[in-house]
């Protein structure tokens, strides 16, 4: 009876439905960065900014594509950092499994401090308040049920996508002249002001670095697809979204933008999307770009929380982490990783207030290059998992294209991005100090590994029997 309780505290919950874990596909990419941040790769680029992006979702579709075909293989909540353990050994899984923890810690924090701002003058409260307000907030939602995290983020990524396609629609209607009062129409800012690329190939490269940092999030439903009935249905499923999501979203989006404003406006220091609703003259622009950037902050919080949580307790169930963060209430949630992630999180946003600025600056710098550090080690895991997969005889429901090639090509991309970020001072900073993270996590994991050579030798196997042990709580 002691045993079966264990195992049925350990054990996360199924609640997610398939509905849900779509929308949360299609919409856990839309945030602020998209909203008010695009505005910054705009002006390093202009309009050849849509050739950063085209290339930069290249490389996420790819990087998808060989994260479903291990995730469709074997679902789990720990998703790469458990395929990771699996094929490259204990000491990667530990490590990017941290990283990617620490990454969405920060992430919370992030957006808290945006949520807070904005709610902080509508309400004439300090902005603090209304910050950890809204974390509290977020934190009980998350602790009750899966359900609820799932339910609260369907809808609020629904209003995200019914908001992107709203301004395409009207963009469009724009750019073709059929929008009465629009201040401006056609395409002509895609090649005056300086022509297409005003400031030349280096600045493309540089806003690559800001495209490849706005689509981090995808990966978020091979998590979350594990707490569901149909784990590899639902992650097909996203899989085949990826490109028309990336494609209408960003792209589409972009190509408005460049369209309708000049890439050296004024106006587009409030953001990108809010100076196209004003030369559209849309009323109340500002208020509505404030509210649907509260919408995409509230979703990409809520989302940071569960993502972090749930990498916590996969950690925990490896033996990478507490024991005590493996454990889960009777509805399946694991309520001490996410408190674990609340109070991390929460400290940080407190730095963000009560700490000089340089303090919170350099956490951030921290998780700088973890999004580039994630892709890579996923496309690392795909190439050594395959040929571990196919001798087990192990079904590829969905495969790579061309493997081993654009495999390959995909990891020398991404080591060439490193050098450009290396080449970059802005970039730079953020290199050093996540790469800096990165070496302590691997001596702790390759010290783990080595101090516990049973443990790390049996999870490396990759047997039928210890994968059926580390996947039993997502069964």
């Known amino acids: 009876m002691r045993q079966n309780k264990q195992l049925a505290n350990d054990k996360l919950g199924s609640g997610l439905k398939s509905k849900q874990v779509t929308m949360i596909s299609i919409g856990g990419v839309i945030g602020a960065g998209l909203f008010v941040g695009s505005s910054n790769a705009i002006a390093a680029a202009g309009p050849a900014v849509l050739v950063s992006y085209l290339i930069a979702a290249i490389i996420v579709v790819l990087v998808m594509q060989m994260l479903g075909e291990m995730a469709t293989a074997r679902p789990d909540t720990g998703s790469f950092s458990s395929y990771a353990d699996q094929a490259i050994g204990r000491w990667a899984g530990f490590s990017i499994g941290w990283l990617y923890w620490w990454f969405y810690v920060l992430v919370i924090s992030i957006e808290a401090i945006v949520a807070g701002n904005i709610l902080g003058d509508w309400l004439a409260i300090p902005h603090w308040m209304a910050a950890f307000g809204v974390t509290f907030a977020l934190i009980a939602c998350n602790s009750l049920s899966v359900g609820n995290f799932g339910a609260m983020e369907y809808w609020l990524s629904l209003f995200k996508v019914c908001a992107i396609v709203s301004f395409i629609i009207l963009g469009v209607l724009a750019i073709l002249g059929f929008l009465p009062g ?93 100076a196209v609703l004003v030369a559209m003259n849309i009323p109340w622009a500002p208020g509505i770009m404030s509210i649907v950037v509260l919408v995409a902050v509230t979703s990409c919080l809520n989302s940071a929380l569960y993502t972090a949580s749930r990498m916590a307790y996969s950690l925990a169930h490896r033996g990478d982490a507490p024991k005590i963060l493996s454990r889960t209430t009777q509805s399946g949630v694991p309520v001490n990783a996410i408190a674990l992630t609340a109070v991390v999180s929460l400290i940080a946003l407190g730095a963000n207030y009560l700490l000089p600025k340089q303090v919170f600056e350099f956490l951030l710098a921290t998780s700088g290059a973890i999004a580039l550090l994630m892709y890579l080690v996923i496309a690392v895991t795909q190439l050594c998992m395959r040929k571990k997969l196919v001798a087990q005889g192990q079904k590829l429901e969905v495969k790579m294209w061309l493997f081993p090639y654009l495999t390959v090509l995909t990891i020398a991309f991404i080591l060439v991005v490193f050098g450009i970020m290396a080449a970059f001072p802005g970039q730079r900073i953020e290199l050093l100090s996540t790469l800096g993270l990165t070496v302590a996590l691997v001596c702790i994991g390759v010290y783990l590994q080595r101090s516990q050579p049973e443990l790390s030798a049996k999870r490396s196997t990759m047997s039928q029997k210890g994968q059926a042990k580390i996947n039993r709580a997502f069964a």
């Open 182 to 274: 629009s201040s401006t129409s056609g395409m002509e800012n895609l090649y005056v002001n300086g022509g297409f690329a005003p400031n030349g190939g280096v600045a493309i490269i540089a806003a690559l670095l800001t495209a490849m940092f706005s689509f981090q999030g995808s990966e978020v439903v091979t998590i979350a697809a594990a707490e569901s009935k149909e784990p590899k249905a639902n992650i097909k499923k996203a899989i085949r979204a990826v490109v028309w999501r990336l494609g209408l979203f960003y792209l589409g989006s972009m190509f408005v933008v460049v369209c309708l404003i000049p890439w050296n406006a004024p106006g587009l220091a409030t953001g990108s999307y809010q």
